[in-house]
């Protein structure tokens, strides 16, 4: 690779090498608040479709210890956006250390509340503005749960905020640092923001889930509650590698469900979010 970063984010370290200086530049950065990785874990490349397509309408192919053979490439504008989303191909398909959901996570006294759903659920936006609300931001793409202790480790990437996400984010925390904006993407427009400081410096502290939501946006406020076969099998869908984990992936799983409570909650913005799980979380965590 001809330009090459390296980092580490909670427990897992990366490599990126690029055959163009932007993405890695942008990431170095956005990541210049994070620990220099001397070992990795995983390597990421931003490869040339073809020699040709170094130059002339620049193409990025996303390669890495672990592919998607029919994964389209992106344009290099859209470089940190391919980044991106290798390290996160790496750690669905790779690791194995702890379980994972799809799933944001926030910390407030010691205890994580746990939020997941489906894209465009809010699960990014709302574990962002409770990382500007007084809580810690433990991560907005994967919570990892430690298969012995149960405890929920921090996975604080950059924050993707996607489309109406970015101005509310904007309007909520105008300090934060932001990368490049990033139109007419798989998902529509997309922004990174970089987490607050404490969330870097403090990634290494791990939590116990004390609640878990499954947040709907674009709905009356409500709050549903679920039953724990609901709960188990929406978590495995959330989970990319409860399978891979065989019986300590069903093992940790079912003492997560039997010992986290759940609610599904609707809301239409970030405020109506808020309250409810400020809510939930004086009842039940």
Do not use: C
Not at 166 to 181: C, E, H, K, T, V
């Amino acid at each position: 690779m001809r330009h090459e970063f390296r980092v580490r984010v909670g427990p897992a370290a990366f490599r990126i090498g690029s055959d163009w200086a932007a993405p890695v530049r942008q990431m170095r950065d956005l990541y210049a608040d994070y620990p220099i990785a001397d070992f990795t874990d995983f390597t990421v490349r931003l490869e040339a479709v073809s020699p040709l397509r170094r130059f002339i309408r620049p193409s990025v192919a996303i390669n890495g210890d672990y592919m998607l053979p029919d994964a389209a490439p992106l344009p290099l504008d859209q470089g940190l956006l391919a980044a991106e989303m290798g390290m996160n191909l790496q750690m669905a398909l790779g690791w194995r250390r702890q379980l994972i959901l799809h799933a944001s996570a926030a910390e407030r006294g010691g205890k994580a509340m746990i939020m997941t759903g489906a894209s465009g659920s809010g699960k990014s936006t709302l574990s962002a503005m409770l990382g500007q609300a007084g809580w810690r931001f433990m991560g907005d793409e994967f919570a990892l749960i430690d298969p012995v202790t149960g405890d929920a480790v921090p996975y604080p990437r950059m924050i993707s905020l996607k489309n109406q996400a970015i101005a509310a984010m904007r309007s909520a925390a105008p300090d934060a640092r932001f990368g490049p904006l990033m139109h007419d993407t798989p998902k529509g427009d997309i922004r990174h923001m970089v987490p607050p400081e404490e969330a870097i410096s403090r990634m290494d502290e791990r939590a116990k889930p004390a609640l878990l939501l499954f947040p709907r946006f674009g709905y009356a406020p409500a709050v549903r509650e679920m039953g724990a076969g609901e709960v188990f099998m929406r978590l495995t869908q959330a989970s990319t590698n409860y399978v891979a984990l065989g019986e300590a992936g069903f093992t940790v799983l079912t003492r997560f469900v039997e010992q986290v409570p759940a609610r599904a909650i609707d809301y239409q913005s970030g405020e109506e979010a808020i309250a409810l799980a400020e809510q939930l979380w004086a009842e039940l965590a």
